[in-house]
């Protein structure tokens, strides 16, 4: 399944079992309210490819393409994400 129009919602740093950190990432999709996260660890290459969406997340929708969802929610965090808008948006205006 792919998504696309995402609201990166929070992300919560976590303490790995195998020492060092790791990240949740959480998200909403604009058209359905649906909620995704996904799992990030700074010592995995992919990392990198989330980094710019961690960081700069408030408030913002990010359209993204190429983003694999499985049937429990979680994205791929192997997904290459490439954003094509980020804008600012009142969700209190958004019903589902």
Known sequence: ??????????????????????????????????TYRTCLSPSYRNYKNWLSLMNNYNDKIVEVENVRVNSKGLIDADSMPKIIISEMINWNLKKW
């Open 1 to 34: 399944m792919k998504v696309s129009r995402l609201l990166v919602t929070g992300v919560k740093e976590m303490n790995s079992k195998y020492g060092g950190k790791f990240y949740y990432v959480y998200f909403k999709e604009y058209d359905t309210g649906k």
